[in-house]
């Protein structure tokens, strides 16, 4: 009997992590799998949610909620429809269930911190496609995260005129 796992997706809405939503769906779900989206909001924020859920991060959401609410204003987000049409599409077609998260501080060390808390069994992220020099002076998220958890990861990343093709 095949066991159901739990992927996640880094998220922010950048073009290449709704790749890595989009390559997550075509290559890597299957029935039955949970897919947990995984959002970083600035240590900086002062929104309310923080306060109540800094340290652990935001309960799990399921999706139709979270297409729902107003996450500009709960969550300081800004959603993309594409997202959440893709990933409504798969829940229906693939059977899987779709969750979203929030964390509140340094991209790299939450989605370090959620693949141990929420158990993952691997992470899809996606790539900004920064030069080795910027790589050098800002850091790689993505570097970072496949050098420092415990599960597989996937790096999708973007090449110019042609779809995002893993790492």
């Not at 998220?11 to 949970?34: C, F």
């Amino acid at each position: 009997m095949a066991r159901y796992r739990t992927i996640g997706i880094g998220m922010d809405y950048s073009p290449t992590s709704k790749q890595a939503v989009q390559w997550t769906v075509d290559h890597l779900v299957r029935s039955g799998d949970t897919v947990i989206l995984i959002h970083v909001v600035s240590g900086k924020s002062d929104h309310g949610e923080k306060v109540l859920w800094g340290d652990s991060g935001s309960p799990l959401i399921p999706l139709y909620e979270f297409m729902e609410m107003n996450l500009r204003v709960r969550y300081g987000l800004n959603p993309d429809k594409e997202v959440f049409s893709i990933l409504d599409t798969a829940s229906r077609d693939k059977q899987i269930k779709v969750l979203a998260k929030v964390y509140w501080g340094d991209p790299r060390e939450k989605l370090c911190e959620a693949v141990a808390n929420l158990k993952l069994d691997s992470l899809v992220v996606g790539n900004r496609g920064l030069g080795p020099l910027k790589r050098a002076l800002l850091g790689s998220v993505s570097n970072y995260v496949v050098n420092n958890i415990t599960c597989p990861v996937t790096v999708v990343r973007a090449t110019s005129g042609s779809k995002p093709k893993p790492n």
